[in-house]
């Protein structure tokens, strides 16, 4: 049986709308994908302004449909089941894709699902040249969220490890405000760090030694403002050393969890994915980890990393082929601005 999916992500602050086919059991296949981002919008004010946001949505959502239908030649009848991204994320955000969705489900009879953004993200690398198989230990780095996952299957998850305050994402977001970088953050931080040394400062690894597989960041955050506040005049000097300390910290307390995490479940094979997966520092000091401990290693492809409507899709698409969600035709919505990866069985039901 073939399905054509089409797939709306409106979380935060990209418009992605993607298309993709099922066919059989095989892993489904992306056809076409586009992708508004609203980085230079929210540039002006240091960070998402959530209003903004939905607004853009709203304008975005219908033109990159039309655009990934005609990419794709396919039409508008031809869609199968569409499906949006139900949480979490920003509240205003999220009912512009889930009203879309269903307004569309709704006026061609065809059947929506919602998804969540974070197996969205999970399930990423599956688009890519090289997909995992199961069973695999997933190192989810997205945002707000840093997770150690055990994952036997579609819907079947197991976290091992998560953030107790600031996660990965946070704590590369944080640092490089505390340092004038601008908006988005990570990123700024990462190309700095290329230039500075990364032994410069000694920062601390939080909860690196702490016997579990939790995260914790915001130890590193206020160290990161204690050096710069005790290095004055002289931060501008010393910026990219501080960038490349403090990338370092964050990196090394990934890779040793998840090399802690792959010793604790047995497994040999890692995923990771988010927006910090794009990282080339945590990609190398990974994969070279990995390769040591003779461990098969995936990452989505980097255009894929950030938030996209093609995660969205392959999301759906895989969770309907495993027969774990059908989709319905009960176009009454909602959305789960704070929504645990842990109950979305319960929630998707």
Not at 68 to 78: F, I, N, P, R
Not at 154 to 159: D, L, N, R, S
Not at 167 to 191: I, Q, W
Request: charged fraction near 20%.
């Amino acid at each position: 049986m073939s399905l054509l999916i089409l797939g709306i992500e409106s979380s935060c602050d990209e418009t992605g709308v993607a298309l993709v086919r099922t066919t059989g059991n095989a892993v489904p296949t992306l056809l076409s994908h586009a992708l508004h981002s609203q980085i230079e919008m929210h540039q002006a004010y240091g960070g998402v302004v959530p209003e903004l946001a939905s607004r853009d949505h709203i304008r975005r959502v219908l033109p990159l449909a039309t655009q990934v239908l005609t990419e794709s030649g396919q039409s508008l009848a031809d869609v199968d089941v569409v499906a949006y991204t139900r949480g979490p994320g920003l509240a205003g955000a999220l009912l512009v894709g889930a009203g879309v969705a269903c307004a569309l489900g709704a006026a061609l009879g065809k059947p929506v699902l919602g998804v969540h953004h974070l197996e969205g993200h999970l399930l990423s690398p599956f688009l890519s040249a090289d997909p995992p198989e199961f069973p695999f230990v997933a190192l989810l780095v997205s945002g707000g969220h840093t997770q150690l996952m055990r994952v036997d299957g579609v819907g079947h998850y197991e976290i091992l490890g998560e953030t107790i305050d600031d996660a990965a994402g946070e704590a590369f977001d944080k640092s490089a405000k505390l340092m004038g970088l601008g908006y988005p953050g990570g990123p700024a931080l990462s190309r700095l760090a290329e230039q500075g040394d990364a032994t410069a400062f000694k920062l601390p690894r939080p909860l690196l030694h702490s016997g579990n597989l939790d995260f914790s960041f915001a130890g590193l955050k206020t160290a990161v403002l204690t050096q710069a506040k005790k290095l004055g005049d002289e931060l501008e000097a010393r910026k990219a050393d501080l960038a490349a300390s403090t990338e370092a910290a964050i990196v090394e307390v990934l890779v040793k969890k998840t090399l802690a995490a792959l010793k604790q479940t047995g497994l040999r094979r890692v995923v990771v994915a988010g927006g910090v997966g794009a990282n080339r520092h945590l990609r190398a000091q990974l994969n070279a980890a990995c390769a040591a401990a003779k461990v098969r290693v995936h990452y989505p492809e980097l255009h894929l990393c950030t938030d996209n409507g093609a995660m969205i899709a392959m999301a759906a698409a895989m969770r309907l082929q495993a027969g774990q969600q059908q989709a319905n035709t009960d176009y009454a919505f909602d959305v789960k601005p704070r929504w645990p990866l842990d109950a979305i069985t319960v929630d998707s039901e």
